[in-house]
């Protein structure tokens, strides 16, 4: 299971680019297929590709165990849950097995959302606090501090 730090990992290589992976960010998105229904959470697919076809992906970051991709006018979020991975690949490249989602992102490059156990999923919406609103603090917030794990009122020690 991807865990938050292997997240943070996917979502800073798609950001900057890793290993002969070209970054992501300035990349417009000029194609879309859904190659399993439930991975797509929100919208419908026909909505979906309306609105995420000629939009430009601006930034990639982490919240909590969502990677977020802020594009011109919406935000794509996924979740990879146990078993899913984002790739980077030659859009020429042979369909994988497990591709659930494809985003084609022009000059031959497409992100191929792929996910063995169909556990993942995605969304595209226009605020994603409607999405993230009941996470937590981040772990490396800065407003994370040991006080807001202690109690309102302080414990009276008990009589000597």
């Known amino acids: 299971m991807p865990e938050l730090p292997e997240v943070e990992t996917i979502a800073n290589n798609l950001r900057q680019g890793s290993q002969g992976i070209p970054s992501l960010l300035g990349r417009r ?25 000629g939009q430009v992906i601006k930034n990639i970051r982490r919240r909590g165990k969502y990677i977020v991709f802020s594009l011109t006018s919406d935000a794509l979020l996924i979740h990879l849950r146990m078993s899913g991975d984002l790739l980077v690949e030659a859009g020429s490249a042979p369909m994988a097995r497990h591709h659930r989602l494809i985003l084609e992102l022009g000059g031959n490059i497409r ?50």
Request: aromatic residues 10%; neutral net charge; charged residues 20%.
């Open 111 to 160: 992100l191929a959302f792929n996910d063995a156990r169909k556990f993942g999923r995605a969304w595209l919406v226009a605020d994603p606090n409607t999405v993230l609103k009941a996470l937590g603090p981040e772990p490396f917030d800065p407003g994370l501090t040991p006080e807001l794990f202690l109690p309102a009122s302080p414990i009276s020690s008990p009589p000597a």
């Open 29 to 53: 998105i000029t194609g879309a297929q859904l190659l399993w229904e439930r991975t797509l959470v929100t919208p419908t697919f026909t909505e979906f590709n309306k609105r995420v076809l």
